[in-house]
């Protein structure tokens, strides 16, 4: 009896220390276009603030952040490795990562340096021999006939311990993967023909 209690306490405790890091490292819930059918690729929402603050109305929500993925390739002198790269915004919540980085740091999403920076896992670190401070060169996947290389700054390195997590995402500020991707603003305009007047009315 004492055997099985030891063994259902050791699995549980795994099972909730796997849920835990799972849900860290991403989220509960993710809110994504009905038209997306790669994994790695999440095609544009538009994002109304009027969404956010309905959903942080609801009993329970925490926290709500925006992010993009895109597949990227990393180069090096002398090797190239294919990444999810995930952009994410100035309202990304870093308390999971903050606790699972090994050297450095994570990065600021609005850094505005020419050399942005980059925040990836300990593993590729080790397999592309490069370390924190290095300028590496990652190759962000618009489609198969549009992939454009761009120089960032290796801030820092984590470790969770998930195979799936570790060997494939990297993070950089969402305001890259945007520029990247031509996402820009949104002009509606009203015109109202009885008054003759006209309006704008813009959305990011």
Known sequence: MAVMIITVGISSGFQREIRSKVVGAGSHIQVVSIGQNDPKETPRVLIDPELTTELLAIPGVRHVQIHATKPGIIETAEEIEGV?????????????????????????P????????????R???KRLAIGVSDTITIYLVKGREDIRP???????????????????LVF???????????????????????????RSRWKP
Request: charged letters at 20%.
């Open 84 to 108: 999810v790269v995930k952009g994410v915004g100035a309202d990304f919540d870093w308390a999971f990562w903050n606790a699972h980085i090994v050297e450095g740091t994570t990065i600021d």
């Open 110 to 121: 609005l850094d505005s340096a020419s050399t942005p920076g980059v925040l990836l896992s």
């Open 172 to 198: 950089i500020g969402i305001g890259v993967m945007q520029r990247f991707a031509q996402w820009g603003l949104r002009a509606e305009i009203l015109v109202d023909v009885a008054h003759r007047t006209e």
């Open 150 to 168: 761009r120089k960032f700054a290796v801030k820092g390195l984590y470790e969770t311990g998930l195979e799936k997590i570790d060997h494939q």
């Open 123 to 125: 593993y590729l670190a």
